[in-house]
């Protein structure tokens, strides 16, 4: 399970981040007062524009940025106060976490399982699995720098999951993808998802919140604008799809509604 209450990070803006922003406001909230709740057995999908929160909100659930204001719960854990529980609960995927261009995909796959003190056999099975599911054994020995950008992302999954996590963050997950690679991803996480693991992840793109999510929570500006199923914002928004129900909320947000 996943509790967030009343998040807001709020970022200082150095005169740099100002002149590229352009902006004389020092002061960026990134997050405004954000309460959600994600449980086990759903895919959870933040949903927003460029800059909404979303990539922010999933590094503060994953104990990489601290929290302005608010709490933030996994599994039971603070993650303020135990943030070492919180990271053996998850596995985290993002962009931003690149995995050392020197080394090959096995390399890394082991070491990452030692990290995680996860037993040598169980290494071996979950590579057995992992690299089997996403057609990974004809590149594992390959250097990360000679990969093409979806064999990386694979690898970057297989390593996020070698210790066989009950919650899956993924920030942007089909990012760069084909769609041959993205839909092998997308089904990954559904079969997680009706093992009973708690998936969150974060997307711009519409129709892929509406084929994979149980449930939405729409970000925009830092603000949850809506949450439900796609049945329940489409009602809310008396919207044929999740792109019209967007522009709903946003003209409504804009509005002051
Ligand atoms: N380290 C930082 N310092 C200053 N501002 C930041 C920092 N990280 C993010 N921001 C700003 O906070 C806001 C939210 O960014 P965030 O990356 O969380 O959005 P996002 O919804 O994930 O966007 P995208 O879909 O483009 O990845 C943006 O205005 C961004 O410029």
Redesign the pocket.
Known sequence: MIEIKNLT?I????KK?MKE?KTTNPI????DDLSLTAKPGEIYG?L????????????CISTI?KPTKGEICVSGYEVQKEPEKVREEIGFLT?DIKLDPQFSVDYLFEFFGRLHKVPAEKIKARKEELFTYFGMKDFAQKKIKELSTGMAQKAAIAVCLVHDPDIIIF??PTNGLDIVTARSVTDYLKKLRDEGKLIII???IMSEAEKLCDRIGM?ID?RKAAEGSLEEILHETDAQDLEDAFFVLYKNQKEGR
């Open positions: 990070k970022y200082r803006l150095n981040q922003s960026k909230t990134a997050v933040l927003g524009p460029n800059g909404a929160g979303k990539t922010t909100t999933l590094r940025i962009g920030d942007e974060s997307t711009h970000i830092g």
